[in-house]
């Protein structure tokens, strides 16, 4: 398997989308940076980049990887390789560069000019949101036989967590905005990958006295230690239940 | 002739000094107080008194060389001031009791006039400074800190019941219940002051009608500053810093009226001001800068201005809970804006609308600040600045100044 | 070698592979034959375990291949159209597969590797050049040689010969006689029917995904009284559904392995 990441990473880097996407993330970082003399307002401009752009980014970049590597994938399939480990390599491969990148474009500058507990949990959640993006589009691209569907398809999974879902919550919201509903709001926020991201990061960044009461129930919560563990469990599951599903389809894929 | 007659008169009032030291005759300060005549000064040397409930009834000047320490031994009150003309300067007032009947101060003030407590340090007090139906007293250049329990264990820092023309100025106020209290109190004037760390207010009072505050910095008060139920208040150059916490304001204003709130800053507050029932308020050339809200203006505030104020890098500028709106926003400087100046005349020529949508949806459904940051409430903004269909129409700044005063 | 039990295949509608069942054995070199679209290329591909079938079994060596993957070491396989991933130059390819294969075998076994070909093709000249500069037919030479490196038991080639030129032709068809005579499995596709007259000893003929025919290539021969495969293979084709020809041949029956075997014992 090992072998295999290697040649998915060969050629990841012979292609320099990387490469470029890693330059990218440390000119906007360090343009944030520049621009704000507080470094936690930097933090701050740095999470809609990090929210937006990295499942963007991961969605694009691992669907077009996966079509681009067909002809790898075909080559490899004919000789003696097991499918599903070829298709965790690819994960693997395509996530752990994605993931380098995302670590040395906004890890960096968020070290030199911000290190501390907010920074952290900002590249956590990067790395986070990375490898459940990438897991998604690999289950987009299998499901779907041609490029221009699978980008398509990922595009609508990114268009669905980072917008509707949250518009579908402030629907609810209205709905029954008569009701006590912190705690289902606790649920359903965290059941979108982007929006856990986003309140652990907020959390770290002391908003949620802006928060009020539901700030202090969130902070409450993910202060515990079962609220650490529901986020990371959470995190997981976003991350292995669609890359499980991404192998089992493609196992059974015609090629 | 006239003039050498008046050189000669203090020593021809016959008043004269005592001192007091481990070393001298007198040992204690409550001997010395026994002792003492009207206008007599006590001279306290360097050393460790270990006395309380030191009555003063009449007028003294009680002087303090090198910070001679009075220890109360947590049982009891140290100074209690009841005559008018007696300065307490000097000392180091330290570990004030506490009970819960009786309000123990470091130095308790009742019933006088012209009483000054100057440049003492007070320590570990249950209530600093305490003034009772006084008037024209000074409290100057003390530094009070306290030990912080809890709200309802600690005292205030300088307190004032039912007092007049009261100065309060270049003192240092710490981890007590509110820095400085107020009730009933008129004509006085604060100025200069620091009161930081204080468990409930940096600034609490009520009722106290045509005071003034100046050059003053509230800084990490657990609830910042509370003024309630007045009229005739001027605040100007103070400074509201980092008053950041679930239930923190830079400012409340409760039934406020007639008031002037000028040239102050406000910074990192959960909320810069809140207002509640205000009236006739002129608010100008303050600074509202990287507070959670900068403004949060109830609907039961009317005929007020807001004027030439900035506002930078706040998350939401001004808040509201309702539609009607009775208060003048004009030439503000609003970071926020993206209008244009044609014409530069210095004011944008598209009028500016403060109140965020999703500011009004967290007014309604306050569960609903989960999304705050999300993309979606960006787009959300976004439309509703195209397009306003929700937040209040009349609340709007028809001359948003182009830069920053 | 290879068993097929009725193997079923269709893309929606469209039946591919309808019921196909066929026993292949090492020393035959068949000619897998059928008009296009006859489901030849999917046959192949379900052997390889590229395509999954719907229904049927297929054995290797006695083993359902099922989700297998260790049964493709004995296989060399050579695709009608070689895709590589375009960066990556020749040496890179062959290094790479190489590479994988050893890792899959394990280090105490080392690959028994077989570069006659590459030698005859004179790909070492070539090795820098990356895959997307090639031509169609150096491609082609790529995916030959791949197919032989590893020295398997089986080789499946799907129109071997297409874009080669004729040199680089005869080298290949002489290579596939010299491990026809070392009792491999060799299963080949074409339609360049005078190649699989001078390659292969037994004719497998799929049409609209059945099994048509499945016959030893003399007795089709002597049974369409033609000399050359190619006329005796059109002879059957242009005879519509093939009545004809099953009233003339009894024995060539679909189902009658008997047969097959015996035909291939024949020899």
Redo the contacts between chains.
């Keep these: 398997m090992i072998?295999?990441i290697k040649?998915v990473w060969?050629?990841i880097l012979?292609?320099r989308i990387v490469l470029a996407y890693t330059v990218f993330l440390l000119v906007i970082s360090a343009t944030l940076f520049g621009m704000e003399t507080?470094p936690g307002?930097g933090l701050?401009s740095l999470?809609?980049i990090v929210?937006?752009v990295v499942p963007l980014i991961s969605l694009i970049f691992t669907t077009i990887h996966f079509y681009n590597?067909?002809?790898?994938i075909?080559?490899?399939?004919?000789?003696?390789?097991?499918?599903s480990k070829l298709l965790l390599s690819e994960f693997s491969g395509v996530a752990s560069s994605l993931v380098t990148a995302f670590l040395v474009g906004v890890g960096g500058p968020v070290l030199y000019y911000a290190p501390g507990a907010t920074g952290a949990a900002l590249l956590a959640a990067g790395v986070a949101l990375t490898l459940v993006f990438v897991a998604l589009a690999f289950l987009a691209s299998v499901c779907t036989r041609d490029k221009a569907k699978g980008i398509g398809l990922a595009l609508l999974i990114w268009f669905y967590f980072?917008?509707l879902y949250?518009?579908l919550?402030?629907t609810i919201?209205?709905t029954f905005?008569d009701y006590p509903?912190?705690k289902a709001?606790?649920v359903l926020?965290t059941l979108n990958p982007?929006?856990l991201a986003?309140?652990f990061i907020?959390l770290q960044m002391?908003?949620?006295?802006?928060?009020?009461?539901?700030?202090?129930l969130?902070q409450e919560f993910f202060g515990s230690a079962a609220g650490s563990l529901y986020a990371l469990g959470v995190m997981l599951i976003w991350i292995v239940v669609p890359i499980w599903a991404a192998v089992r389809v493609f196992?059974?894929?015609?090629? | 002739m006239k003039v050498c007659w008046l050189l000669l008169l203090p020593l021809l009032s016959s008043a004269k000094t005592i001192v007091v030291g481990p070393a001298e005759s007198i040992r204690t300060v409550r001997q010395a107080l026994f002792v003492a005549a009207d206008y007599d000064t006590i001279l306290v040397r360097r050393g460790l008194y270990r006395e309380r409930n030191l009555l003063v009834e009449k007028p003294l000047v009680i002087r303090g060389e090198n910070f001679p320490i009075i220890d109360g031994q947590m049982k009891g009150e140290l100074f209690t001031v009841r005559a008018s003309n007696v300065t307490i300067q000097g000392f180091d007032l330290r570990n004030v009791g506490m009970t819960s009947t009786i309000d123990w101060a470091a130095v308790k003030v009742l019933e006088a006039r012209q009483v000054r407590v100057i440049g003492n340090r007070i320590r570990n007090a249950y209530f600093g400074v305490y003034f009772s139906a006084s008037d024209h007293c000074l409290v100057s250049r003390n530094d009070i800190k306290g030990n912080p329990h809890e709200e309802q264990t600690t005292g205030n820092g300088i307190h004032a019941w039912k007092c007049d023309s009261i100065r309060v100025e270049n003192n240092r106020i710490s981890g007590h219940r509110d820095g400085i209290y107020f009730e009933f109190v008129t004509h006085s004037t604060v100025q200069r002051n620091r009161s930081f760390g204080n468990i409930r207010y940096g600034l609490h009072f009520m009722f106290s009608h045509e005071n003034s505050y100046f050059y003053n910095t509230f800084q990490h008060n657990g609830a910042g500053v509370a003024v309630m139920y007045t009229r005739k208040v001027i605040m100007r150059h103070n400074i509201f810093e980092n008053n950041?916490?679930?239930a923190?304001y830079g400012m409340l204003l409760k039934d406020i009226s007639d008031s002037k709130i000028e040239d102050n800053i406000f910074r990192r507050n959960?909320i810069g001001i809140h207002m509640e029932g205000t009236s006739r308020i002129m608010t100008q050339r303050n600074l509202f800068i990287?507070n959670?809200?900068g403004m949060r203006i109830q609907a039961s505030c009317n005929d007020n201005t807001f004027t030439r104020n900035t506002f930078q890098?706040n998350?939401f500028d001004v808040a509201t809970n309702g539609q009607t709106v009775l208060n003048t926003f004009d030439r503000n400087y609003w970071d926020k804006y993206e209008g244009y100046d044609l014409n530069r005349d210095g004011t944008g020529d598209v009028p500016f609308h403060p109140v965020s949508l999703y500011s009004m949806?967290i007014e309604?459904?306050?569960?609903?600040?989960?999304?705050?940051?999300?993309?979606?409430?960006?787009?959300l903004d976004r439309a509703e600045k195209v397009m306003p269909s929700l937040t209040p129409e009349a609340l709007v700044d028809a001359k948003p100044l182009m830069k920053p005063r | 070698m290879i068993t097929v039990t009725n193997l079923q295949k269709s893309y929606g509608r469209l039946k591919v592979l309808d019921n196909l069942s066929v026993q292949l054995n090492a020393g035959q070199a068949v000619s897998l034959i059928g008009p296009n679209g006859s489901g030849k290329t999917t046959f192949i591909?379900s052997i390889?375990?590229?395509?999954?079938p719907d229904g049927g079994e297929i054995s290797f060596l006695g083993e359902p291949i099922h989700?297998g993957?260790?049964?493709?070491?004995q296989?060399g396989?050579m695709?009608q159209i070689g895709?590589?991933?375009?960066?990556?130059k020749i040496r890179?390819?062959f290094d790479?597969?190489k590479?994988?294969?050893q890792?899959?075998q394990g280090k105490n076994s080392l690959l028994q590797l077989d570069e006659e070909l590459i030698e005859a093709f004179e790909l070492s000249k070539l090795y820098d050049k990356t895959m997307r500069s090639l031509s169609g037919g150096t491609r082609q030479k790529v995916s030959a040689c791949l197919a032989f490196l590893f020295n398997p038991k089986v080789l499946i080639m799907d129109e071997p010969t297409a874009g080669l030129d004729p040199l680089a032709a005869e080298l290949l068809k002489a290579k596939i006689l010299r491990e026809k005579a070392k009792g491999k499995l060799i299963l080949i596709t074409s339609h360049v029917m005078s190649d699989l007259d001078e390659l292969t000893t037994a004719v497998m003929y799929l049409q609209d995904g059945q099994l048509q025919f499945f016959t030893d290539v003399d007795r089709l021969k002597a049974d369409t009284g033609e000399e050359k495969l190619g006329r005796a293979i059109a002879r059957v084709m242009s005879r519509g559904k093939l009545s004809a020809y099953e009233r003339l041949s009894e024995s060539f029956a679909v189902t009658n392995t008997h047969s097959i075997v015996q035909s291939s014992n024949q020899k």
Aim: aromatic fraction near 12%; charged fraction near 20%.
């Design positions: 072998k295999v040649y060969l050629d012979q292609n507080n307002k701050m999470l809609n929210l937006m590597s067909y002809e790898f075909e080559l490899l399939l004919a000789q003696p390789i097991n499918r980072g917008l949250d518009g919550v402030l919201l209205f905005s509903l912190e709001m606790l926020t982007v929006d986003r309140i907020m002391d908003v949620s006295a802006l928060m009020g009461f539901t700030g202090a969130y196992c059974k894929k015609d090629l | 950041w916490g679930s923190a959960t990287d959670g809200w890098s998350t949806i309604k459904i306050p569960y609903g600040v989960v999304l705050l940051h999300s993309f979606m409430v960006t787009l | 591909k390889l375990g590229m395509v999954m989700n993957w260790q049964y493709r070491q296989i396989y695709p895709r590589y991933p375009d960066t990556m890179q390819v790479m597969i590479d994988l294969r890792s899959t």
